[in-house]
């Protein structure tokens, strides 16, 4: 079974830019969750689709947004980007129990 | 009082030793408990995940919980060097994956 894939690997922004992250979850699940994790911060939960629908959020601003297709796939997306904004985005897939992890989007704006 | 507390160590444990790695929540509606392991670089791993009280053994891992001290742990026997990363709690609430992470534990094997 593939894996959970995340595009694209790494990202370069200017500040007041806007960028959208694309997450395909492992084949079957229905849940995508987004995290942001920082040096300072760690991993912190983004939102949560679930069948198209936003099941869970988190306490970001609403710079930062997200949508569920009607495949699974997942996409977030972050507008008028702050240097505060840079960080590994974390894409994670879920089953019924377990959730697994994408290899990141590493965003660095600058 | 942070939701997710655990020891930042570093924890430093000689080859084939037990580590031990420790975990308290401060919600008592968490439902679901996990244990991942971050190399520098890369994305969290899945260890193993525990729902009810008690031990849940998978190969050199165990992970124990304790709902009415709010605790969970993991132990890991005969600690490789390959075992050398930091491990991150993470706990979340009925009704979905809106997963809360502890800070992680640095923890270092010695060959």
């Known amino acids: 079974k593939a894996g959970v894939t995340q595009t694209p690997r790494y990202l370069i922004k200017t500040r007041g830019q806007q960028v959208t992250l694309s997450c395909s979850p492992i084949?079957?699940?229905?849940?995508v969750s987004w995290y942001q994790q920082t040096p300072g911060q760690g991993l912190q939960f983004l939102f949560e689709?679930?069948?198209?629908?936003?099941?869970n959020k988190g306490n970001f601003p609403g710079r930062f947004s997200g949508r569920q297709f009607s495949n699974s796939r997942s996409e977030m997306n972050v507008s008028t980007l702050e240097l505060g904004d840079s960080a590994l985005y974390l894409c994670?897939?879920?089953?019924?129990?377990?959730?697994?992890f994408g290899p990141g989007t590493r965003l660095t704006v600058t | 009082q942070k939701e997710v507390e655990q020891n930042s160590g570093p924890l430093s444990v000689p080859e084939g030793a037990i580590a031990s790695l420790n975990c308290t929540y401060s919600?008592?509606?968490?439902?679901?408990f996990f244990w991942y392991r971050q190399y520098s670089g890369k994305s969290p791993e899945l260890i193993m995940f525990i729902y009810s009280n008690g031990d849940k053994e998978d190969g050199r891992f165990t992970a124990q919980l304790n709902k009415a001290s709010q605790y969970v742990s993991l132990l890991i026997r005969d600690s490789q060097p390959s075992d050398s990363a930091t491990y991150l709690c993470a706990v979340a609430l009925k009704g979905g994956f809106k997963t809360i992470f502890g800070a992680g534990t640095r923890l270092f094997v010695k060959a």
């Open positions: 084949s079957g699940h229905r849940s």
């Open positions: 994670a897939s879920s089953g019924h129990d377990e959730q697994y």
């Open positions: 689709y679930f069948s198209e629908t936003q099941r």
């Open positions: 919600d008592r509606g968490s439902q679901s």
